[in-house]
Every structure is written in C-alpha cells, then in structure tokens.
C-alpha cells in the first residue's frame, strides 16, 4: 500500500484538503487530532505536569493546551522535550491504524511537521500543502482566536514553505480552495496509477 504525507506549513489548509482526500474515498490519519487525544493519556498528562507544573492542567486534571503552549512554543527545548513524549506514541498508533485499513491504492498522513519531526523517509510520497503567508496568518487568527505574533511564533518554528517545496513530490497551491480541487483530482489519479509498484 503507498504510504503518502500530507503536510504545509500552519494555515495552509491541510485539513481541508485533507476532506478532499477522504471524499475520494481515502483513508486520512489525521495526526494533529491523535496527538490531542495522546495528550490526555494519564501516563502523558503525568509527564507533562511533572515537567510543567500543576499550572498547565485544568479543573478537570486534564492538560490545558492553551497554558502548554505558552510554555513550548516561547522555549525550543521544552518543544523538543514534547515532540519526544507524543510523536512516537503518534508514530506507533498510525502503524497500528495503517494495518487495520481495507486495501486501497493509498493512504494518506495528514501531518503539520512531517519534515520537521524526521518522519519524512516513512513515506513513498509527500504533498505539500501551501498558500500565501498572509492567507496562512489571516485563517490561523480566524480559526483559533490567536493573535498575529502567537501565528508568527508558531510559523517560525516550522521550516519555512519554500524549503517544504523544495523537498515536496506533489504541490497544492491552497490560496483558493476551489482552485485547489483539481490540483487534488490531478494527483490522486496519478498515486492511483502508480500504486501498484508499491505493493
């Protein structure tokens, strides 16, 4: 089964891109959602709150993502210290989730940092997912009440898209969804055609 990467940098439209997928008959591993769920894991929410302090939990024990964040993204070795804690766990449970599919030509990982995190090699292709800078910063603030220095902090510890293009097989330019659909046809017909060489 090919095993493909769906990522770009935040704001880019990933998830959107990714329904497409998934309308198309697609299975999409959604790892952003996983790693929220990873996230409450008791042994997990134990780990954080022994690196982190009681401060980053809510009422309810569970963490506070808005309070963890303030913390991680200001302080690059505190990222890596959670990177370290979810994206194995994330790494194991799509492998778990890759045997339970149906056969299908592909499959698809819908991920933020896949270059980033080193999980890049996993996969027989890559699509990159991108769309101008002030679009990206304009749905991040739209879509999750944050201010524009918190979107520039958290693109910046990302590589930057031209690097992600470089290294990308397939391109979608998301600037406008609905000119993004037929660049989403063009190459699920192309990883249909070509996924029986990687049976």
Not at 140 to 163: A, T
Not at 177 to 183: E, L
Request: hydrophobic fraction near 40%.
């Amino acid at each position: 089964m090919l095993k493909v990467g769906l990522t770009g940098s935040i704001g880019s439209g990933k998830s959107t891109i990714a329904g497409v997928f998934r309308i198309l008959g697609i299975p999409v591993y959604g790892s952003d959602e996983e790693a929220k769920k990873i996230l409450d894991l008791p042994e997990v929410v134990t780990m954080v709150a022994g690196r982190f302090g009681p401060e980053v939990l809510t009422s309810e024990g569970l963490v506070n993502r808005k309070a963890l964040a303030a913390k991680v993204f200001s302080n690059p070795d505190e990222l890596n210290w959670l990177n370290s804690v979810i994206h194995p766990r994330v790494r194991n449970h799509f492998t778990e989730w890759i045997a339970r599919q149906e056969p299908v030509p592909y499959i698809l990982q819908e991920a933020a940092i896949i270059y980033e995190s080193g999980f890049s090699a996993f996969f027989d292709k890559i699509i990159v997912v991108a769309a101008p800078v002030e679009e990206r910063i304009s749905r991040v603030i739209r879509r999750d009440n944050m201010s524009r220095q918190e979107v520039l902090d958290r693109i910046d510890k990302q590589w930057p898209e031209e690097r992600k293009l470089e290294q990308a097989d397939y391109v979608i330019f998301n600037g406008d969804h609905s000119q993004a659909i037929p660049q989403v046809l063009e190459i699920h017909g192309h990883l249909c055609s070509i996924s029986d060489n990687f049976n």
